[in-house]
């Protein structure tokens, strides 16, 4: 199982960036797909889930309204959608699945906010 991170980077606050999560090893589309993030010296937090059906859940109070979750399962990738970004969406992202006992985590991409 891999999961590869991409598109992270330095923006201005109230920006937009869409990251992506490359998956393989898996049978992607029966899974559901997690993006979490972890900010220095903070714990790592769920930002939200996406199901194997596309519906999607969990997510974290202060993102709902700014970020989407969405799923491409001929491409094996899933992706998060960050609008309107603020200094404290700060943080490394995480792609996470979970099959049965296993648990896997992707490299993370930084993302910065700063003016």
């Known amino acids: 199982v891999q999961l590869v991170e991409s598109g992270g980077g330095l923006v201005q606050p109230g920006g937009s960036l869409r990251l992506s999560c490359a998956a393989s090893g898996f049978t992607f589309s029966r899974y559901a797909m997690n993006w979490y993030r972890q900010a220095p010296g903070k714990e790592r937090e769920l930002v939200g889930t996406i199901t194997s059906a596309g519906g999607c859940e969990n997510y974290l109070d202060s993102v709902k309204g700014r970020f989407t979750i969405s799923r491409d399962n001929a491409k094996n990738t899933v992706y998060l959608q960050m609008n309107s970004l603020k200094p404290e969406d700060t943080a490394m992202y995480y792609c996470?699945?979970?099959?049965?006992?296993?648990?896997?985590w992707g490299q993370g991409t930084q993302v910065t906010v700063s003016s």
């Open positions: 996470y699945v979970q099959m049965w006992i296993y648990k896997y």
